[in-house]
């Protein structure tokens, strides 16, 4: 089971110590959904449930040569991220995306918990903005057959990459 938040970003804080990642994933199937995903040189293929804040998900490892197949076969766009890990408090990391490509300039940052009661127990950061946790044109598999991201990204400037601290 999987369990997150997600949300726009106010200020992209300072990211020189953080975990960085370079990911591109496509989706096989939008129902049920299903991805495949490239995390720096390692694979994976993905089923997820339905939902928002909670869904099921199965990540199984797969070769660089099943990827390349199933790479051919996507539906949409290929999504291309940079990915930064910030750690936050008990544990928890803020998983920074900013995408690339057909994306660029949207931001997102999201965090996953172990139960329900910690995700409604979440204090977040000041530098999070609005969230968008249960709105569905965020999610990736979404996103992947937008036409404009413009449509998406917020007007309030949370688009432009402003530093801060954590």
Same mark, same amino acid.
């Given at each position: 089971?999987?369990?997150?938040?997600?949300?726009?970003?106010?200020?992209?804080?300072? %990211?020189?110590?953080?975990?960085?990642?370079?990911?591109? /994933?496509?989706?096989?199937?939008?129902?049920?959904?299903?991805?495949?995903?490239?995390?720096?040189?390692?694979?994976?293929?993905?089923?997820?449930?339905?939902?928002?804040?909670?869904? &099921?998900?199965?990540?199984?490892?797969?070769?660089?040569?099943?990827?390349?197949?199933?790479?051919?076969?996507?539906?949409?766009? %290929?999504?291309?991220?940079?990915?930064?890990?910030?750690? %936050?408090?008990?544990?928890?990391?803020?998983?920074?995306?900013?995408?690339?490509?057909?994306?660029?300039?949207?931001?997102?940052?999201?965090?996953?918990?172990?139960?329900?009661? /910690?995700? &409604?127990?979440?204090?977040?950061?000041?530098?999070?903005?609005?969230?968008?946790?249960?709105?569905?044109?965020?999610?990736?598999?979404?996103?992947?057959?937008?036409?404009?991201?413009?449509?998406?990204?917020? /007007? &309030?400037?949370?688009?432009?990459?402003?530093?801060?601290?954590?």
């Amino acid at each position: 089971m999987e369990i997150e938040k997600k949300f726009f970003v106010k200020k992209v804080p300072d %990211l020189g110590n953080c975990q960085f990642y370079s990911i591109n /994933q496509g989706y096989i199937s939008f129902t049920p959904e299903v991805r495949i995903r490239k995390k720096e040189e390692t694979y994976y293929l993905t089923f997820k449930g339905d939902g928002t804040q909670n869904r &099921d998900e199965e990540e199984i490892p797969i070769d660089k040569k099943v990827y390349d197949v199933l790479l051919v076969a996507i539906q949409g766009k %290929l999504i291309e991220k940079n990915r930064y890990d910030i750690p %936050l408090y008990d544990g928890l990391i803020a998983e920074l995306d900013i995408y690339h490509g057909d994306l660029e300039g949207l931001i997102i940052v999201e965090t996953e918990f172990k139960t329900e009661e /910690q995700a &409604d127990s979440f204090i977040v950061p000041d530098w999070f903005g609005e969230e968008i946790t249960e709105n569905k044109r965020y999610k990736n598999k979404n996103l992947a057959r937008l036409e404009n991201v413009q449509d998406l990204i917020p /007007q &309030d400037g949370s688009k432009k990459l402003k530093r801060g601290k954590v």
